[in-house]
C-alpha cells in the first residue's frame, strides 16, 4: 500500500520557521520525485517545491525562503521553511510521480500519489 504522511505543520509567528515531513512507504522511493503542494481556502493549488534525485526546483513564492531535501534512508521528503508570511498559509502535501523529464511536470499537479496534508498558520 502506498503512503504519504505529512508531518510538522502548525500555527507559528510571521518571520518564524517550520519544517514539513513527508515519510513515504510502498513504493521504490529512488524512481519518484515528490513534490510539496499547497492549497489555502479560496486560492487554486500551488505547487512549491519538488526533488528528483539531486535536482530540485522552487516556485517563484518560496524560492530563497524554502530548502526541499530528502533522505534516502528513510525515504522521506523534508520540507524547511523560513521566513514564514501570514500568505504562507495554506494546508501542505506531498505527492509522487514515477520520474520523468522534465522533473518539474509535477508541479503542475501531475502525480500519482498524494498525502493528506498538513495545516499550516502563520499570524501577523
Known amino acids: 500500500e502506498v503512503q504519504l504522511v505529512e508531518s510538522g505543520g502548525g500555527l507559528v509567528q510571521a518571520g518564524g520557521s517550520l519544517r514539513l515531513s513527508c515519510a513515504t512507504s510502498g513504493f521504490t522511493f529512488d524512481d519518484y520525485t515528490i513534490g510539496w503542494f499547497r492549497q489555502a481556502p479560496g486560492k487554486e493549488r500551488e505547487g512549491v517545491s519538488c526533488?528528483?534525485?539531486?535536482?530540485?526546483s522552487y516556485s517563484d513564492s518560496v524560492r530563497g525562503r524554502f530548502i526541499i531535501s530528502s533522505d534516502n534512508a528513510k525515504n522521506t521528503v523534508y520540507l524547511q521553511m523560513n521566513s514564514l508570511q501570514p500568505e504562507d498559509t495554506a494546508v501542505y502535501y506531498c505527492?509522487?510521480?514515477?520520474?520523468?523529464?522534465?522533473?518539474?511536470?509535477?508541479?503542475?499537479?501531475?502525480?500519482?500519489?498524494r498525502g493528506q496534508g498538513t495545516q499550516v498558520t502563520v499570524s501577523s
Open positions: 526533488i528528483s534525485g539531486g535536482p530540485t
Open positions: 505527492a509522487a510521480r514515477r520520474r520523468t523529464w522534465p522533473f518539474t511536470i509535477i508541479l503542475r499537479g501531475l502525480y500519482d500519489y
